[in-house]
Nanobody, 126 residues
Framework: QLQLVESGGGLVQPGGSLRLSCAASRFSLNLYAIGWFRQAPGKEREGVSCISSSGDNTNYADSVKGRFTISRDNAKNTVDLQMNSLKPEDTAIYYC???????????????????WGQGTQVTVSS
């Protein structure tokens, strides 16, 4: 069974940066489309970014376009989310998720993903 582990969360001031990583053991993440999602207190889990298994298709929520970048590090078997120009409204628990589908497929719908990590807290505050 695929197990995902997120890391890299923390406390950062507005305007700062964080880099989240999604790692897997025993399986290559290249087999999966990977999505990053977040959930703030009292809100539904929302899609932030995704990358296809082939790596040639990415997508971003409008709220993070131009600030966040998703990428694969095949050597480390991780999918990273570089977050720049962070805002207080980015505060949430961030989850990565995996799905097996067409090589160029990418989705921000949480119902399309079957395997989830436990999440990492990101807090943006001065």
């Amino acid at each position: 069974q695929l197990q995902l582990v997120e890391s890299g969360g923390g406390l950062v001031q507005p305007g700062g940066s964080l880099r989240l990583s999604c790692a897997a053991s025993r399986f290559s993440l290249n087999l999966y489309a990977i999505g990053w999602f977040r959930q703030a207190p009292g809100k539904e889990r929302e899609g932030v970014s995704c990358i296809s298994s082939s790596g040639d298709n990415t997508n971003y929520a409008d709220s993070v376009k131009g600030r966040f970048t998703i990428s694969r590090d095949n050597a480390k078997n991780t999918v990273d989310l570089q977050m720049n120009s962070l805002k207080p409204e980015d505060t949430a628990i961030y989850y990565c998720a995996a799905a097996v589908f067409l090589s160029s497929w990418c989705s921000l719908k949480r119902t399309d993903f079957g395997s989830w990590g436990q999440g990492t807290q990101v807090t943006v505050s001065s």
